[in-house]
T-cell receptor
């Protein structure tokens, strides 16, 4: 599985968009990009995933560059409850639940 | 709420003892994965079970073993506990073995003294 690189921490003002970057320059053509988050003392929560196209759901948007070497998770209107560690994971389709979590980005949403 | 429940939520054991952690999957999910999360680290994949058989294992020794039952609930067993086994143990269920969309429980926090 491709290694992903994320900033250690980020701050965001409440109500503003939070843009979390992820580099995955060695990603292969059949690896998906998954995003999870983990609020303190809870289990990780699935957010979104994509392969090539940009994706949007009720939680977030995922923008993947054309060369697929990087992506950005966008939380359009961050709230204090979005304060969490966000993990970007590259995953082969047939690897299923064998997620490889890195250190993630600790996002602090401030009032 | 993910529909995945784990028990116990907290427990304390001493070195050398054995522990069993339990997980009840979300309804309709036939795959369960277990993760270990040490303090300040991301979760690490232990193993996955699909239809009662092990379907992949991470870099963990054989004293970490598991079971999945016909109702798709699951157990994680750890023998000969070591101090470094102190961690949060997370169970996650999924609708099939190929998807990366996992539903995690809140975890069982194990402390080994």
């Amino acid at each position: 599985d491709a290694k992903t690189t994320q900033p250690t921490s980020m701050d965001c003002a409440e109500g503003r968009a939070a843009n979390l970057p992820c580099n995955h320059s060695t990603i292969s053509g059949n690896e998906y990009v998954y995003w999870y988050r983990q609020i303190h003392s809870q289990g990780p929560q699935y957010i979104i995933h994509g392969l090539k196209n940009n994706e949007t759901n009720e939680m977030a948007s995922l923008i993947i560059t054309e060369d697929r070497k990087s992506s950005t998770l966008i939380l359009p209107h961050a709230t204090l409850r979005d304060t969490a560690v966000y993990y970007c994971i590259a995953l082969l389709y047939n690897q299923g639940g064998k997620l490889i979590f890195g250190q993630g980005t600790e996002l602090s949403v401030k009032p | 709420e993910t529909g995945v429940t784990q028990s116990p939520t907290h427990l304390i054991k001493t070195r050398g003892q054995q522990v069993t952690l339990r997980c009840s999957s979300q309804s309709g999910h036939n795959t369960v994965s277990w993760y270990q999360q040490a303090l300040g680290q991301g979760p690490q994949f232990i193993f996955q079970y699909y239809r009662e058989e092990e379907n992949g294992r991470g870099n963990f020794p054989p004293r970490f073993s598991g079971l999945q039952f016909p109702n798709y609930s699951s157990e994680l067993n750890v023998n000969a506990l070591e101090l470094d086994d102190s961690a949060l143990y997370l169970c996650a269920s999924s609708i099939n073995r190929n998807t990366g969309e996992l539903f995690f429980g809140e975890g069982s926090r194990l402390t080994v003294l």
